[in-house]
Nanobody
Framework: QVQLVESGGGLVQPGGSLRLSCAAS????????WGWYRQGPGKQRELVAR???????YYADSVKGRFTISRENVKNTVYLQMNSLEPEDTAVYYC?????????WGQGTQVTVSS
């Protein structure tokens, strides 16, 4: 079973940037789509970005143009570059297969956008 470890979150001011990483304990190459999800306070977990094995990307409208997902199959790692962060981006961020998460969720990484 693949284990997922997210990192890179923190406290950032509006307009700032963060880069999240998701390290998988096993190979991610066999999984076609990987995604970044988030769960804000009092909200359901939502898929915000996903990437195919070939590098095609998809984004939720709320993050399009600000977030960039990428993957390094050799390192079994998926990244999320987040720019122009807004308070509404405050959430715990997770990675998993997408759009149907099939692995146990990691602990996530907290992103807080506040002045």
């Amino acid at each position: 079973q693949v284990q997922l470890v997210e990192s890179g979150g923190g406290l950032v001011q509006p307009g700032g940037s963060l880069r999240l990483s998701c390290a998988a304990s096993g190979s991610i190459f066999s999984i076609d789509h990987w995604g970044w999800y988030r769960q804000g306070p009092g909200k359901q977990r939502e898929l915000v970005a996903r990437i195919t094995r070939g590098g095609t990307t998809y984004y939720a409208d709320s993050v399009k143009g600000r977030f960039t997902i990428s993957r390094e199959n050799v390192k079994n790692t998926v990244y999320l570059q987040m720019n122009s962060l807004e308070p509404e981006d405050t959430a715990v961020y997770y990675c998993n297969a997408a759009p149907d998460p099939q692995f146990h969720w990691g602990q996530g990484t907290q992103v807080t956008v506040s002045s």
